[in-house]
């Protein structure tokens, strides 16, 4: 019987578990994902991928576009610069943060891109 009752335990500890990763890990987009572990390192890819994607006089609603495929949410504006940042829990206690600013000429043509990442702990 004892048996059975640390087996059913353990059974119940196990699916918990993988609930909770599964709540809590929610991964980046393709644009944000993967990147190194260093906030640096990270920070320095993640605005190569931007600027290879999306080069300095490409089109703003292609960006916008591909932004909301992704899942990166609601755009803010801040004077001229446009922006959007995403969440995602890198562990139950530890948030990484992506964002991603940009500035557009008045043709809608991409002046500059660039991306911000970091760790946020208790």
């Not at 909301?68 to 562990?91: C, F, I, N, P």
Request: aromatic share 10%; proline share 5%; hydrophobic share 40%.
């Amino acid at each position: 019987m004892k048996i059975v009752a640390v087996l059913t335990g353990v059974v119940i500890a196990c699916g918990a578990g993988i609930d909770l990763f599964f709540r809590f890990h929610s991964p980046f987009p393709p644009l944000a994902s993967g990147l190194p572990h260093r906030a640096d390192e990270a920070e320095r890819e993640f605005n190569r991928r931007l600027n290879e994607r999306f080069p300095a006089n490409s089109s703003e609603a292609i960006l916008k576009t591909v932004l909301k495929q992704e899942g990166w949410g609601e755009q803010r504006t801040l004077q001229d610069t446009h922006y959007v940042s995403l969440m995602s829990y890198a562990s139950l206690i530890i948030k990484a943060k992506a964002t991603i600013a940009w500035r557009a000429n008045n043709e809608g043509r991409l002046i500059e891109i660039r991306g911000r990442y970091g760790l946020i702990g208790p």
